[in-house]
């Protein structure tokens, strides 16, 4: 069956360190996958899109990977702050048939000061 | 730029009640999007929209629950009746294109007792 896996445990880092999410996903050929960040009792928030033909993609302090070899993506925060804190998803959307975005379960991420 | 704006923000009934919530995606969207996100998961497409057609709703339990989008702008989703198992944050979203970047409304939380 269609998975995507994303670490349910928490993730907690200190400030300024690099925190880095991963997404597995399996029984997928995903033509994109985006990565959202979303708050407490708020609506997700679209961050970064790479395509299957990108291997990388970066906006700022952000970074994101995509290994469709190893059918995972990994996100990176370089410099984090407490800001940063909140639950990052990842979503696939899938290379055949209808197109919609299929989320991952998230991630917490929390930075202390 | 207005967001996607969505009501009530918060609502709680008995079950067997019935409700609705009400979404606006920003103008222009062409695509809508209901979601159900339970607590500590990711959001689950229920039905997506483009214009005033759905073109998927193949995790709608559509014994109970019913959406439109009339004229293509606003939508509403109803559930009638609830079940205690319906518990959950519904989100609306819109893009410019199917599947493309979302921009989220802030979600009904429901509680359903």
């Known amino acids: 069956s269609q998975k995507i896996e994303q670490n349910s445990e928490a993730l907690n880092i200190q400030e300024g360190k690099t925190a880095t999410l991963t997404c597995n996903y399996t029984?997928?050929?995903?033509?994109?996958l985006q990565w959202y960040r979303q708050d407490p009792g708020r609506g997700p928030v679209f961050l970064l899109l790479?395509?299957?033909?990108?291997k990388e993609k970066r906006k700022e302090r952000l970074k994101v990977t995509f290994d469709t070899t190893l059918k995972q993506s990994l996100f990176h925060i370089t410099a984090s702050q407490p800001a940063d804190s909140a639950t990052y998803l990842c979503a696939l959307v899938g290379n055949t048939g209808f197109q919609k975005l299929v989320f991952g379960t998230g991630t917490r991420l929390l930075v202390s000061p | 730029e207005a967001g996607v704006a969505q009501s009530p923000r918060y609502k709680i009934i008995e079950k067997r009640q019935s409700v609705a919530f009400w979404c606006n995606p920003i103008?222009?969207?062409?695509?809508l999007y209901w979601y159900q996100q339970i607590l500590g998961q990711g959001p689950k497409l229920l039905i997506q929209f483009q214009n005033n057609g759905v073109v998927d709703d193949s995790q709608l339990p559509k014994d109970r629950f019913s959406a439109e989008r009339l004229k293509g702008v606003d939508s509403t989703l109803k559930i009638q009746p609830a079940k205690l198992e319906d518990s959950a944050v519904y989100l609306c979203?819109?893009?410019?294109?199917?599947?493309?970047?979302?921009?989220f409304g802030p979600g009904t939380r429901l509680t359903v007792l």
């Open positions: 029984n997928y050929s995903p033509a994109y």
């Open positions: 103008s222009g969207h062409a695509t």
């Open positions: 979203a819109s893009s410019l294109e199917p599947a493309g970047e979302q921009f």
């Open positions: 790479i395509r299957e033909n990108e």
